[in-house]
């Protein structure tokens, strides 16, 4: 790996540019001594991304549960006993899915 300034980057571009693409060749670009770029083949780049997909867990997906439960009625009334309240609920869930 090739380290020059940003500088010397600029004014021999087209030959760096060339010699990532055929060589398979990496160059650091630095400016005041810091890296700050790297000039790399498509191909390169694409292999090292492809390499760190295998590595890194799957990013988890939504669900595509979300957003499907609906709340069709109060589960909470006091006068009601459990019995009658879950009654109450079957009821309003099965008019719902009706109307779908």
């Known amino acids: 790996m090739q380290r020059i300034p940003l500088s010397e980057a600029r004014s021999h571009l087209s ?3 060339q010699q990532a693409a055929t060589q398979r060749h990496v160059t650091a670009i ?3 001594d810091e890296l700050k770029a ?3 083949a498509p191909s390169r780049l694409e292999a090292l991304l492809e390499a760190e997909r ?4 799957a990013r988890k997906r939504k669900s595509k549960l ?3 439960l ?3 009625g109060d589960l909470e ?5 459990p019995s009658q ?15 779908e």
């Open 85 to 99: 309240r879950l009654q109450r609920s079957a009821l309003t869930s099965a008019e719902v899915l009706e109307r």
């Open 30 to 32: 630095t400016v005041h």
């Open 54 to 57: 295998k590595v890194r867990p």
């Open 15 to 17: 030959a760096l540019v």
């Open 77 to 81: 009334a006091p006068d009601e006993s």
């Open 66 to 68: 979300r957003g499907s």
């Open 70 to 72: 609906r709340i069709v």
């Open 38 to 40: 790297f000039l790399i």
